[in-house]
């Protein structure tokens, strides 16, 4: 067990909706790192927030949108879903940004029918 | 831009066999950081063991052991006496450098192990 938890485990929903995947970091960690995994394009980096801040963004579709709370935790919000976007979205955690382990959540899969 | 190669899509291995995963990678970047992760079929992603570009010794990590030749750019995953637990997929990943403000990792594709009694 990691100490990072995400909720939902799995997700099932049709085209065109919104959901909101939640990640909790591990405890004193400040940074949270959003990474999707599919099977044409493996595990790319979406979006990174330390602190509360967004400090990098990868390859992030607009329709997504993420925020880290003053407690830390963050939430991914995917909109205007498409069937492309089914995937598995893994949350990691790291104490800060210089050159620690991330450390990654169970993941959400997101099934979008 | 950085880029992750593993070659091996699967490998098979004897129980209690080592077995080496291998991955070279690609960065005009004096300082950076490589990571080896395990996905088992549950699909959680494990950290497994970290080389830093300036470390002068390999790292170890239990039964994992990464060998890091930075001249020829590869940073092998070495697994001593395997067991069927092993059996995953492994994937090789780059941490962005310190001079990009970047701190995301950059992945291969992955190997898929088998662990065969």
């Known amino acids: 067990d990691s100490g990072v938890t995400q909720t939902p485990k799995h997700l099932i929903t049709a085209t065109g909706q919104r959901v909101t995947l939640r990640c909790s970091p591990r405890?004193?960690?400040?940074?949270v790192y959003w990474y999707q995994q599919s099977l044409d394009q493996g595990l790319q980096f979406l979006i990174h927030?330390?602190?509360?801040?967004?400090?990098a963004k990868g390859n992030i579709l607009e329709r997504f949108s993420a925020q880290q709370f003053p407690d830390l935790h963050s939430e991914l919000n995917l909109s205007s879903l498409e069937l492309g976007d089914s995937a598995l979205y893994f949350c990691?955690?790291?104490?800060?940004?210089?050159?620690?382990?991330?450390?990654f959540g169970p993941g959400t899969r997101l099934t979008v029918l | 831009a950085q880029k992750i190669t593993q070659t091996q899509p699967g490998m098979f291995v004897q129980e209690k066999e080592a077995v080496t995963l291998d991955c070279t990678y690609d960065?005009?970047?004096?300082?950076?950081?490589l990571f080896w992760y395990k996905q088992p079929s549950s699909g959680e992603m494990i950290f497994l063991i970290y080389?830093?570009?300036?470390?002068?010794q390999n790292a170890t990590e239990g039964r994992y052991s990464l060998n890091f030749q930075k001249a020829r750019k590869s940073a092998n995953l070495v697994i001593s006496a395997s067991q069927l637990g092993d059996s995953a997929m492994y994937f090789c990943?780059?941490?962005?450098?310190?001079?990009?403000?970047?701190?995301?990792?950059?992945f291969g594709s992955g190997t898929r192990l088998q662990v065969q009694p």
């Open positions: 990691a955690s790291s104490v800060g940004i210089a050159t620690d382990t991330q450390y």
């Open positions: 405890s004193g960690d400040l940074s």
């Open positions: 927030y330390y602190n509360g801040e967004e400090r």
């Open positions: 960065t005009s970047d004096q300082s950076y950081g």
């Open positions: 080389q830093g570009s300036y470390d002068e």
């Open positions: 990943a780059m941490r962005e450098s310190f001079n990009t403000g970047r701190r995301a990792l950059t």
